[in-house]
């Protein structure tokens, strides 16, 4: 939240649901990934990332030793890092545990991060000790409008922030920073265990504490310093769990200044000797704080690797303000994958504070780091993207001939032994600022798959590459334990570069190895493929599935995928119904002589993986007038509870007696969605613009600082009707600034596009929004045609006094099944 000195008003959102059960957050990117006990064991399992040299060279940075407020060398490095895709892979080390006061800094050689286009940086990080305790200081990606030797101390600093005196006398703290720059910190070390210094008991004689306790040594008490919330000693707070934050490091109002009258020691006559007076600490304020739990047990210092990105939005209007969204843990570190995740904050970015010269729009970017006198860690990013480059993305899809068609394969879904089987994988650049270079692919392909054929599809196609567009086969591998294949794909000789939205394929085929012997099948793993450039690289994931027995032309099974009811409400009262076939072959007969009849046929379903009870196909003979006629359909019906959010699969496998033994017929898979309807993606706070009150009596109405997003992601059955409402206590003054919880004479107000307004409040909920789905997967932005006169805005009343105002929305959902 950025401060002003009149009239800054800004809301929270906090997300809160009710309704019929049919709200699915997002998943929290919580699943526990690979643990790496020391650095080395790090780097050697290093996710994939872009190469970028070796020790001190590198066409993307400069790692500088004539730094004035550094002693030492710079411990900054690339350094080599194992790669899943078997490519050159290297990461930037900042610091290494065990080498206690180091500090290191690496930045692009260029001013190459442009604040008015988009920017995005992507990358891996891995913070943590040799062990869980005394892990520390931890370290920064920082934009800056300077050279290459800027650094300001070590420590909690972490070579960005400024360096409070360690006497605790006053200090400006902004002026010893790196100057015209935003930070984003990586804390790992939460300065807040110091301590929150105690406020003493002052002698009745003394009511206005001019005489401090003999007894109370400031020096002694070790107080916090930048991990603190809180302006005054009586209201701090420590911040004891490590974090992520961002702020700008020279801007004074970065920091906020504490004093205590006490005894202590100061630097007097150059020699420190005790001393009565007033001793100074400083406060950082952390914007967009993301709590990252304990040091070993949290998400940042845990001896595993952590995916962030870093999205930037330009100002939309001269001398506005940009954005900066950091979303936290988005990717899977086993797989490279994104994976949802609501670990992240957005804020402001303010232009002016970077003292850009006329015309100019560039800064340079890169990391500071450091370690302390008792604490130290391994600081490593890898990175996927570098800003400035090529923003790219891949995607695997494998495909079954089914008939003359190809059928896509899902998550848990069975391919029959002997099927054609089809492995797509698109990869291309969607934005950026450079070509997407020297491209190529490591490709992991399921071991159940027998490929035969495989051509590729370049941008241009009128082009030849040496191979005649075809895939080099003969250096298809099986790994040692058999798991998977690995097929490395040279592209367009030395590597294909890739410009605009270009995008390449390439395609394998072959058929699906006949390796299952019951009807439960053989697993195939989803595999990963990496697509690496010089400059940035992108992964794709096969489908997990089963390959089951090659089809028994004694007793077919099917599903009618077009019938039934596949799609119903999550939490609603509706059965879904798969439709679906079991049918003997007319030459297979019983004892009795006769083809088999339904009514000896069963059916094996399971849901999601888990077994249901088994039903003779006579006992569900479908009741759709299509296949009444026929005595083996069946309709098999599933109670909503037993369904989970989202898709599900539906799996059948049949089996009979006849004259030649026992038959079991191959495994069919259907899909059945159980809908829902919940909050997606938020641009985080409703600010509102700085105001300045004209004390006149009247009320004024102030308009959103900012275009605001709220996402409605609905995957309800056709029809179903939906509505957000909003309800709030109102605002009330920020409380890291005053000590009385003091409410702001005014109200939050929604106008509608007809111009109806309504004054919100704790009591009534008015609609905000409201929709009816389409049957489709869709993503409603509820504030997308709010104009300056409508929407949520504030009106202030005559009374109100100057000052920073924040205030919580709690938004719902109603929503219910409709009728139709």
Known sequence: MKTVKKGLL????????????????GDLASAKSTVFNTGAKALEGAPQGIYLGSGTNSDYFTIDNTVSTASGTNAASLVDAGSPAGTNNSAIQISKAGEMDSWGSIWSKQQSFDLNKPETASMWIYASGENTADVGDGMAFVLQNGGTDVYSGPGESMGVWGVPDSLFAKTDVASTAIQNSWALEFDTYANGKGGIPTQPRYSLIDPLHLSPIPTWDFSDQNPSTFDVNGDTASTQTAIDDTHIASNYPGDSGTYTETSDYANGNKKLNYSVQPWVGNYYYYTMKHEGFLDEGATGSGNLSDHRWHHITIDYTPPTTVGGEGSMTYTYNDKDPDTGLPIDSNDYATVPIDLSKFNLSSGQSKVRWGFTGSTGKAASENNLVVFDQLPGQAQTEASAKLEAQDGGDY???????????????????TFGRTDGDEDWKSVNANLT????????????????????????????????????????QSLPVSLAGDGLTMSGTQH????????????????????????????????????????????TPKVNDKLAMDVAKDYGVLKVNYGGSDQAVVTGTAISSEDTVNSAGVRIPASEITIHPSINGVSQDPVKESDIHSTNPLFYASQYYFDYKIDNDKLQPGDNTISFYATCDSTSGKLTS???????????VGFGHTSGNITFEPTLLTGNGQSQVINRADDWSLDVDDSLTKDSPWQVTAKTAGMFADTDNVAV?????????YTDAAGNETTLNDSDSPVIASGTSTGED????????????????LRINGNAVEGNYEGTIDWSFVNSVSTS
């Open 445 to 484: 392909i399921p071991s159940g798959l027998d490929i035969t054929s495989g051509t590729i599809d370049y941008p241009d196609a009128s082009y030849k590459d040496s191979n005649d567009n075809k895939v080099d086969l003969s250096k298809l591998t099986t790994s040692s334990d058999g798991s998977s």
């Open 407 to 425: 059928t896509e394969v899902k998550d848990g879904d069975a391919v029959s032994g002997g099927k054609a089987v089809k492995l797509t994988y």
């Open 666 to 676: 191959t495994t069919v898979n259907a899909t059945v969605t159980a809908g829902t």
């Open 778 to 793: 869709t993503s409603t932005n509820i504030a997308a045609d709010w104009k300056d006169d409508t929407g949520i805005r």
């Open 504 to 547: 390449a394929t390439i395609t394998l085929t072959g058929t699906a190895k006949n390796i299952a012997t019951d009807s439960t099948g053989v697993s195939q793993n989803a595999e990963t493929s990496y697509f690496t450039g010089s400059n940035a690289t992108s992964s794709a994931k096969t489908p997990n599935f089963t390959i």
């Open 741 to 749: 919880n003091t409410p702001l004479d005014g109200s939050l107000i």
């Open 10 to 25: 800004s809301v929270v959102t906090a997300l809160t649901v009710v309704g019929l059960g049919l709200w699915e957050g």
